[in-house]
């Protein structure tokens, strides 16, 4: 018995494939981006991608797990935009966030801090991590570098670990 399957079909899988697999690519989760694909399929192999694509795209789950961060998928919507804020805040303010984590301190650095999510209790804290840490930090001009060493190194440091909301991690 042969089965025969439409071209229309083919295409419309092909399309929601390729469509799954390019919104959703990441470097912590494969190709295949987040989602219950990632979870059943841990290997960053072509093949093992196809089927994480495939069962994304079949399960419908990506948009569920990124909003509530579950299924590889980060810690969610309101990280995501914790972290934009702080790519936004280092973009509008780089040159004066070098000068001032330099020094440890600076209206900008408590700026920072609270787009960071840090309380007015932590900033003198965000502001000693970040001079303790400037060439790590700053080693890039490119904010989203800046931002993800900062978080990088900051989640190291245990008040601000627990006390602030750092964007990426």
């Known amino acids: 018995m042969r089965v025969f399957v439409s071209k229309k079909y083919l295409g419309i899988v092909a399309v929601t494939l390729?469509?799954?697999?390019?919104m959703s690519a990441?470097?912590?989760?494969?190709?295949?981006?987040?989602?219950?694909?990632?979870v059943v399929f841990t290997d960053y192999g072509k093949g093992s991608q196809i089927l994480a694509g495939t069962t994304n795209a079949?399960?419908?789950?990506?948009t569920f797990?990124?909003?509530?961060?579950?299924?590889n998928c980060g810690?969610?919507?309101?990280?995501?935009?914790?972290?934009?804020?702080?790519?936004d805040y280092v973009t509008a303010n780089l040159s004066?966030?070098?000068?001032?984590?330099a020094q440890g301190n600076g209206s900008s650095i408590n700026g920072l801090?609270?787009?960071?999510?840090?309380?007015?209790?932590?900033?003198?804290?965000?502001?000693?991590?970040?001079q303790a840490n400037y060439s790590a930090i700053f080693s890039s001009n490119k904010p989203e570098e800046i931002v993800n060493k900062m978080n990088s190194e900051?989640?190291?440091?245990?008040?601000?670990?627990?006390?602030?909301?750092?964007?990426?991690s």
């Open 18 to 22: 390729l469509n799954s697999l390019s």
């Open 26 to 38: 990441s470097a912590d989760t494969g190709i295949a981006g987040c989602g219950l694909g990632s």
């Open 58 to 62: 079949i399960s419908g789950n990506q």
């Open 65 to 71: 797990g990124i909003t509530s961060g579950t299924s």
């Open 75 to 87: 810690s969610g919507v309101a990280k995501s935009i914790s972290y934009l804020q702080q790519v």
């Open 96 to 101: 004066t966030l070098q000068k001032e984590a």
């Open 113 to 130: 801090a609270a787009v960071s999510g840090c309380p007015a209790s932590s900033f003198s804290e965000f502001g000693s991590s970040t």
């Open 154 to 168: 900051l989640i190291k440091n245990n008040q601000l670990a627990h006390s602030c909301k750092l964007g990426n």
